[in-house]
């Protein structure tokens, strides 16, 4: 039943968030005229965790879902003026990367998972350089944890884009996963030919790179 109940109330929890006052200032509420009791929103995101880490130990794809709509939540939270959010970002990413690499054991599902974090990732704001960086060595490193060639040559792939996006640039790091991708494709078409459309995939990432300005990858 939880599996049911808790997303509803994560999304309920969340868009709590944009009713409060700008600051996360606690008022006393006169409770003898009726008025609501107050909260903050560091509570309401301390909240929304506390039920995305039970969700992710018992549905560990919708508590990867969970956890990253609350830091896309709190990076937005941040861009919009309601108090410096980065830290809240940053749990719910940690969360999320933990559960992929604790929760979720199908290798599809963990391609998914991977995709999902590197959305989010990418259009990340808030985060300072380290705690950004911190977080994209962990998904690279979970992409050469994927139980196949053909996986992890994607899975490169995508890494690439979180060194060459609007959250950080790093094209000498970006070319890097693509050529690392490029040697498990190879390494993949050797234990499977049908699999050479994996050189199709890293072409095309390298020409999304090179269209973008990525000045590591030329003509």
């Known amino acids: 039943r939880i599996v049911f109940t808790l997303p ?10 944009w009713s409060l006052p700008t600051t996360d200032a606690r008022t006393t509420p006169n409770l003898l005229e009726g008025g609501p009791p107050q909260i903050t929103r560091q509570e309401l995101f301390a909240f929304a965790h506390e039920m995305c880490t039970r969700l992710g130990s018992i549905a560990p794809v919708e508590g990867l879902r969970q956890s990253l709509l609350c830091a896309s939540s709190a990076d937005r939270a941040d861009k919009n003026g309601f108090g410096n959010r980065a830290a809240c970002c940053q749990l719910f990413l ?8 604790a929760n979720v054991k199908d290798s599809d599902t963990q391609f998914l998972g991977l995709q999902l974090l590197v959305g989010v990732l990418r ?3 808030c985060l300072e350089n380290k705690c950004y960086a911190q977080i994209a060595d962990r998904a690279v490193h979970f992409a050469g944890r994927l139980s196949t060639k053909r996986l992890q040559s994607r899975a490169f792939n995508l890494c690439s884009g979180l060194f060459w996006c609007p959250a950080s640039h790093e094209p000498g790091r970006a070319l890097s996963c693509i050529r690392m991708a490029l040697r498990l494709a190879d390494s993949a078409i050797h234990i499977d030919p ?15 790179h090179f269209a973008s300005g990525s000045e590591e990858v030329t003509a």
């Open 123 to 125: 259009q990340t704001s």
């Open 94 to 101: 940690n969360s999320a990367l933990a559960c992929l690499e």
């Open 8 to 17: 509803p109330m994560i999304v309920a929890t969340l868009r709590l968030l």
């Open 194 to 208: 049908m699999d050479v459309a994996l050189f199709v995939e890293v072409l095309d990432h390298a020409a999304q």
